[in-house]
């Protein structure tokens, strides 16, 4: 093998391999992660919920991504629903299965708590799954295309733009502030350092905002912008959101004859 | 804690929030002009980064709503701005849910409209000291509004999540101190450097 034909190897190997949801036009994959997650909120026993993670859980893995961001995304959702999964067995009436003291687990509420536990994590798997590799630029295109309002999308295309300029600004003061000595803590002096930050960034953000319209302005810029939710190539454009309304509707089914 | 995940709540309280929400977006967009479009992004970019910040109180940390300092600043505004902020949370994150961003736009964003509404002349007329003072009751209280708007759409959605919305509200007290005493800087130090960033002229 020469060297060249090597080195063509290596860099192959190194592009990550689009799977089989990168190939997916972007529009499709929007409008079907809107139909499952719908479906999702539907489904009221643990068989059809349960079934919902599972699909949720095959997707992920067959989006390509890494355990990581997954990880940091179900430690999020589990943060929120601690405390109701867990005072949900003990506030709902129904046969007692455990009794600790005053209070008694009962098998309705368990079984209520798992229900809300498995739609909470199936949806966020299908949202992970299907546009978590989307840039945010590329959903806002591809929600326009599906027919959100087109202020609505600039807005969001402007505000997503503009996330990272002012995320690098934040991480610039906070140095700053740590080169001065500044240790984060909840006392009086700190609550004032943290109120001046976030009033900074918004004295900046409103300097900005200025230039931006007025360098707009001299674009010629009428509110308009022509290249807003152009299409963008990609399979699956009828096929996906008709079997994501299959999936949704045996989901439901499965939900009633259970 | 303000951002409901999808699965918990039941279909109407997600179609009515959707439309309530929808109904906010769409009377303060119309009312924006179009040139006025990249500056409103621009601001509502800024809110969102500042509230990714982890500000400590007491032993933990809270992330700010913002919500009473957006509606001081940008007026009805605040509505797209939050909602497209709970947009880039959940698309980002994993924070909140995509058939839950109407309720939670309505949760986050009415409260502080309404505080901008009401305690926006006042704030505008008064000094640093009395303007800080004003602005962090008003955001402590649009907090403890968003909470209570939580608690009443896990409540209406199923009578058996009663006693959990009940317990969910005592958590929003580091976030009610937290973000009524950022709050209060912030504008006590936006009324000293740039006097006119609390006129509703920045998005006019």
């Known amino acids: 093998m020469g060297l060249v034909e090597a080195q063509e190897q290596m860099s192959v190997a190194a592009l990550p391999v689009p799977g089989p949801i990168e190939r997916l036009a972007p529009r499709a994959r929007l409008l079907a992660t809107l139909i499952l997650v719908i479906a999702v909120t539907l489904l009221h026993g643990v068989p059809a919920a349960a079934a919902a993670c599972a699909c949720g859980a095959l997707l992920a893995v067959l989006s390509g991504q890494g355990l990581a961001p997954l990880a940091r995304r179900l430690v999020h959702v589990e943060g929120f629903m601690a405390l109701l999964l867990l005072m949900l067995p003990f506030t709902m009436a129904g046969t007692p299965l455990i009794t600790l003291g005053p209070v008694a687990a009962s098998v309705e509420g368990l079984l209520r708590a798992t229900t809300i536990a498995l739609k909470v994590n199936a949806a966020m798997l299908v949202v992970f799954a299907l546009l978590g590799t989307m840039e945010p630029v590329r959903i806002g295109h591809a929600a326009r295309r599906l027919g959100a309002p087109l202020r609505l999308v600039q807005l969001f295309l402007f505000t997503t733009r503009h996330v990272e300029i002012f995320r690098n600004e934040i991480r610039r003061l906070r140095e700053a502030m740590r080169a001065r000595g500044f240790v984060p803590r909840s006392t009086p002096h700190g609550w004032r350092a943290y109120g001046n930050l976030a009033g900074m960034v918004l004295v900046r953000s409103l300097e900005r905002a200025s230039r931006v319209e007025e360098a707009m302005r001299c674009r010629a810029f009428d509110g308009r912008l022509p290249a807003i939710g152009l299409d963008e190539e990609g399979h699956g454009t009828a096929a996906c959101p008709c079997l994501a309304l299959a999936a949704g509707a045996s989901l439901i089914l499965l939900d009633r004859l259970t | ?204």
Do not use: C
């Not at chain 2, 409103?40 to 809110?47: C, G, K, N, Q």
């Open chain 2, 1 to 204: 804690m303000a951002h409901i995940p999808d699965g918990v709540l039941s279909l109407p309280v997600v179609a009515g929030g959707w439309a309530v929400a929808a109904g906010m977006v769409g009377v303060s967009l119309r009312r924006l002009t179009e040139a006025a479009i990249p500056g409103t992004a621009v601001l509502s970019a800024a809110f969102f980064t500042v509230s990714l910040i982890a500000v400590p109180v007491g032993p933990s940390s809270v992330h700010l709503l913002l919500s009473g300092l957006m509606g001081l600043m940008i007026g009805p505004l605040t509505a797209p701005a939050v909602m497209i902020g709970l947009a880039l949370q959940t698309l980002l994150f994993g924070f909140g849910g995509l058939t839950t961003l109407g309720i939670n736009t309505v949760n986050i964003a009415l409260p502080g409209i309404l505080i901008g509404l009401v305690l926006g002349p006042m704030v505008r007329r008064a000094g640093p000291a009395r303007a800080g003072l004003l602005a962090g009751v008003g955001a402590g209280l649009a907090v403890l509004a968003t909470g209570g708007a939580v608690a009443a759409a896990l409540a209406l959605s199923s009578s058996d999540y009663i006693p959990s919305a009940k317990v969910l509200l005592v958590t929003y007290l580091p976030l009610m101190i937290g973000e009524g005493v950022i709050t209060g800087f912030a504008i006590a130090f936006l009324k000293r450097v740039k006097p006119d960033a609390l006129m509703g002229a920045a998005v006019s």
